[in-house]
């Protein structure tokens, strides 16, 4: 199993480019299912997450090809409406397939969802939204059945905002007969792109970018082609790299107003940050200033940047706090990032981080995705050598991170490990 070495006290410099966003990219491609024809889809990266909903849609009877960059899929022959166990729990995001499926075929079986150890994450909100519009769901065997001959508009309010359950009921919503009214719908820029993915595609959708959506329902969706917008995780990722070295690094094709956050709160360290066309220019300071945050909902400091954050508030001047309101078990990262010399105490859902002058390299492994991010982080400024294991999980969301970093002039190769 693959690992990443990495010799830590580089200062990073020069440019990098980021990628199409993953959390943006997949349940595009489930949307797919809604039309019959050829879509094309650019900006698209290349990651496990994207060849595993690849595998799932050919499962389906879909024809998926994936070029430098860009996927071509042929939805035409889909007839067989199930995604089984073996893809879905490796995989969260699998669950974007149910309302595709139910809005164009009326069924659908899909396994329960997996993905990142990040605690509890029901999908009750999906299915409640399924059946307020029509859908008749039984629980069998670890899957979920859906059936519905033709899914209804109704008025659905989510109790919380969430942005899985609102793609999934927006995809079924926009070929339901008559009209539904989202209110408590999430507003990050994935789900905005999705909403213009099926406008695209001759959904009727009113209040993009809203708390309140109204979606009339159409009879036929039309297949088009589409760029992917950047991945605003993997810009901050890169944002808080410059930071942590003392480097001063370009970050290409990003959108400005997707991390707005996570700018504001990167100045309040000290770090220099300039805005020029769709880049931004990192410069860091002699030392980071602590500065505690709070994850939200968007457009609050997202929980996809907590792991990294406390990676950064680890070799600051001073104690901050980290409270994660999200996925409050989401601190597996907090154990290993103590191995290499963080000084973190924590209080439930509260990371009590305070400031080390040095971190030092040990053996680590990472628990998930982002945990995988916050890691490198810390490797790439801790003294001498850290192996970091199980990096399977950085391969989900972040596309050639280590040829990336070398490009700005990190000490990190990817070789042969142990678990």
Known sequence: MDKFVVYGGNRLEGSVKISGSKNSVLPIMAATLLASGTFEIENVPDLRDVATMSHLLRIIGAEVIFKENKLIINTERCSFFEAPYELVKTMRASIYVLGPLMGRFGRGKISYPGGCALGPRP????????????????????????????LKGAEINFP????????NTLMAAVLAEGTTVLTNAAIEPEIVALEEFLVDM?????????RKITITGVNKLSPIKKSVIPDRIEAGTFMVAGAI?????EIQNVDVRHIT????????????????D??????????IQPVSVKTEAYPGFPTDMQAQWIALMSIADG?????????????????????????????????????????KGAPVMSSDLRASASLILAALVAKGRTDISRIYHIDRGYEKIEKKLRSLGAEITRTEGSL
């Open 123 to 150: 999908i009750d909100l999906h299915l409640k939204a399924m059946e307020t519009l029509g859908a008749q769901i039984d629980l069998e065997g670890g899957y979920i059945i859906a059936k519905g001959d033709k």
């Open 160 to 167: 919380i905002s969430s942005v899985g359950a609102t793609g």
């Open 202 to 210: 001759g959904a009727k959708i009113e209040g993009i970018g809203k």
């Open 245 to 249: 070295t003392g480097g001063n690094i």
């Open 261 to 276: 956050n996570i700018i504001d709160n990167l100045e309040k360290t000290g770090t220099k940050i300039r805005v020029k």
């Open 278 to 287: 769709n880049s931004l220019i990192i410069e860091a300071p002699d030392r």
């Open 319 to 359: 104690t901050s706090t980290v409270i994660e309101t999200i996925f409050l078990n989401r601190f597996n990262h907090v154990s290993e990032l103590k191995r290499i010399g963080a000084r973190i105490d924590m209080d439930g859902n509260k990371a009590l981080v305070t400031g080390v002058k040095e971190l």
